[in-house]
């Protein structure tokens, strides 16, 4: 059983990884039509983080106090991580040998996000393989959208294509080392996945309502707006058939 866990775990994570060469699929389309499919995704992967947290991870952890103010830590951690980058946010784009240092602030801060996704996978395939999967799923959801813009801030700041893909490919692998130590510390900590549970919580809360809601809520279209509805209740939907599927 142990084994299938780190195998499912490891797989995953090592999908999760690989979305940061995505850009490169997208370098083609067109600015105009590259934004109205990253809208109708980021509506699917707001949807999917939401029925991740109420219809998985919620249940598993009956809810207490403590369990409550970790979400919370969660939520917490995030908005600093988020005010560290916008802090030292500028937007002058330098030469590829000397890039902008605003590339190094966000490979660290996207690192430190990928160390925690790690870890919400490997303490999410301790509780259940399903219910491994669906944070898996939308991690995944949420990654694309994410290393589509990440991609672009470093080729921005002054990085090659080769470069930016390098180094985009770096920071996400940090998932890696977060679901290694899950992995490992559930070995020595079996009460591992009661902190990063409600940590997992905060986060995806924290993540769809803070930076994924207000991009859907951009869109003023009477037609696209009904479709980024619709994308949004079918990733709730996915989460509701792995649970069924479970």
Not at 64 to 69: C, F
Not at 112 to 135: C, K, R, W
Request: with cysteine; aromatic share 10%.
């Amino acid at each position: 059983m142990e084994t299938m866990i780190w195998l499912f775990s490891l797989i995953s994570v090592l999908a999760v990884s690989l979305v940061s060469f995505v850009g490169v699929a997208f370098l083609s389309i067109k600015a105009e039509r590259l934004n109205q499919i990253l809208l109708y995704l980021v509506s699917f992967a707001a949807g999917a983080f939401f029925g991740d947290v109420f219809i998985h991870l919620i249940p598993e952890t009956g809810f207490t106090i403590k369990n409550s103010l970790v979400s919370l830590g969660g939520v917490v951690v995030f908005l600093i991580i988020e005010k560290l980058i916008q802090w030292r946010h500028c937007h002058h784009p330098t030469t590829e040998d000397h890039p902008h240092p605003l590339a190094t602030i966000n490979l660290i801060g996207d690192g430190v996000h990928n160390f925690v996704d790690g870890l919400i996978i490997g303490a999410s395939y301790l509780i259940a393989t399903p219910v491994g999967i669906a944070t898996t799923i939308a991690v995944i959801l949420h990654e694309i959208p994410q290393e589509i813009g990440d991609f672009g801030v470093l080729l921005y700041s002054g990085m090659s294509k080769k470069r930016a893909l390098f180094f985009n490919f770096l920071s996400a692998a940090t998932a890696i080392l977060g679901t290694l130590i899950a992995l490992l510390g559930s070995i020595y900590i079996k009460t591992i996945t009661n902190a990063l549970i409600p940590f997992a919580i905060g986060s995806f809360l924290y993540i769809a309502g803070s930076d994924l809601i207000p991009e859907i809520q951009k869109e003023t279209n009477t037609q696209k707006s009904l479709i980024q509805i619709f994308a949004f209740i079918f990733g709730i939907a996915i989460m509701v058939l792995l649970l069924i599927l479970e």
